[in-house]
């Protein structure tokens, strides 16, 4: 962790029990780093020393926030020969020509609150930049790859609302999307298993009532390794139970049918169908004859039609 916080730590006090003329009360010691010099003077000493530094498998992820931090970042990367992941990043934007060069991923906070363009006070800045929605456009932009956050100290921390945000100050509806599943999946080296539908991914599923960026929109089932472990609906117990037996294990094979399908990274399927076995998706398209033994959900079902006027 970069920046402010990182530079001014909690000081030390430690009161001698019974104090005394011999033992008096000395005042708190201040913890060491106090400038970014030393920040980077420990990362320097922890990269050398064994430890998770030394570990070249994994990416570092480092939480910055102004651009001199994350230009900085970058560089000890490259003396440490580290993959490194940037978090939080509000200042992202400005260097984004590098982020782009150099193929840093980040992990972007926009620091969005509904009603409120800028959360900040010029007269009075705060100790940590603040991101923006248009920020966000930037580094799509410039071909950085990012993901979302929502953020920590917001009273609205809903993902896909951020990314809907995140279209009406610029940023594509595939871009948006992308930022909330296969780009994060994929910063964080997953991305062969979640993040897209696609054959041989888990079969990790949600069910929405409408567009996903749609103000209006909820969440009505979610899946998690080809079993459903959320319903919004008493209605839709049945579903839960028919895709499992005694065991509490999920049936081989569940076909899905009729839904509109957003796999991202091969767009939008309309009236789609996914087969699911053994918790791995294992088709993607439409179609395709179902098999009869399957177990069989109708995404529009047509009850939903009728309510509609089809």
Request: charged content about 35%; glycine content about 8%.
């Given at each position: 962790t970069l920046g402010e916080t990182s530079k001014n730590p909690p000081t030390i006090f430690n009161p001698p029990t019974r104090a005394s003329a011999d033992r008096p009360l000395t005042p708190a010691r201040r913890q060491y780093p106090s400038s970014r010099m030393g920040q980077f003077a420990e990362l320097r000493r922890a990269a050398a020393l064994p430890g998770p530094l030394r570990d070249r498998s994994q990416p570092l992820v480092v939480t910055a926030h102004a651009a001199d931090d994350l230009v900085k970042a970058i560089l000890f990367a490259e003396e440490a020969r580290l993959r490194i992941i940037l978090a939080g990043a509000e200042e992202a934007p400005q260097v984004?020509?590098?982020?782009?060069?150099?193929?840093?991923?980040?992990?972007?906070?926009?620091?969005?609150?509904?009603?409120?363009?800028?959360?900040?006070?010029?007269?009075?800045?705060?100790?940590?930049?603040?991101?923006s929605l248009e920020g966000v456009a930037a580094l799509a932009k410039a071909k950085v790859k990012f993901a979302l956050q929502a953020p920590e100290d917001g009273d609205l921390k809903e993902l896909l609302f951020i990314a809907a945000a995140a279209v009406r100050s610029g940023l594509s509806e595939r871009e948006a999307l992308a930022a909330v599943t296969v780009s994060p999946a994929e910063i964080l080296g997953v991305g062969d298993r979640v993040g897209s539908i696609a054959r041989g991914r888990d079969a990790d599923l949600v069910f929405l009532s409408g567009d996903p960026l749609a103000s209006a929109s909820a969440v009505q089932r979610v899946m998690v390794d080809g079993v459903f472990v959320f319903e919004r609906k008493a209605s839709d117990v049945q579903t839960y139970r028919a895709i499992r037996d005694t065991s509490g294990k999920g049936k081989d094979l569940l076909a899905i049918k009729n839904a509109r399908i957003l796999t991202v990274t091969q767009g939008v399927i309309p009236e789609g169908l996914i087969f699911t076995e053994n918790g791995k998706i294992s088709y993607v398209g439409r179609g395709r004859p179902i098999p009869p033994q399957a177990k069989v959900i109708d995404a529009f079902p047509p009850e939903l039609l009728r309510r509609v006027g089809y």
């Open positions: 984004a020509d590098l982020l782009a060069e150099k193929k840093i991923p980040v992990i972007f906070n926009p620091t969005y609150a509904p009603g409120r363009r800028d959360l900040s006070d010029d007269l009075r800045p705060g100790a940590e930049p603040r991101g």
